[in-house]
């Protein structure tokens, strides 16, 4: 089994800080690619920043120039550096990650259990 483990949200007050982070463990042989989703009340999940391999990374519009996405290969971890929060950053986050557990071309999606994330004064 792979497991995927976050930590990092809070409550928060506009224009502060928060950084998540993802670490996954089991049996694991390599990581693909690894983001972080963002789901909040009454709305659809949406990709938040997804991070490959070889560190190439794509941000949702609403959170370029606020949010970093980066990753440690070495510790199977991914972090979400995220700045200038705003209330409509409220969400639930989930990491994911695509995991290949053997030395087959196959990687799986896995998801975190999620964390909340609240902006608000």
């Known amino acids: 089994q792979v497991q995927l483990v976050e930590s990092g949200g809070g409550l928060v007050q506009p224009g502060a800080s928060l950084r998540l982070s993802c670490a996954a463990s089991?049996?694991?042989?390599?990581?693909?690619?690894m983001g972080w989703y963002r789901q909040a009340p009454g709305k659809q999940r949406e990709t938040v920043a997804i991070?490959?391999?070889?560190?190439?990374?794509n941000f949702a519009d609403s959170v370029k120039g606020r949010f970093t996405i980066s990753r440690d290969n070495a510790k199977n971890t991914v972090y979400l550096q995220m700045n200038s929060l705003k209330p409509e950053d409220t969400a639930v986050y989930y990491c994911?990650?695509?995991?290949?557990?053997?030395?087959?071309?196959?990687?799986?999606?896995?998801w975190g259990q999620g964390t909340q994330v609240t902006v608000s004064s």
């Open positions: 994911y990650s695509g995991v290949r557990v053997t030395p087959v071309l196959r990687y799986d999606d896995y």
């Open positions: 089991g049996s694991i042989f390599s990581i693909h690619d």
């Open positions: 991070i490959t391999r070889g560190g190439s990374t």
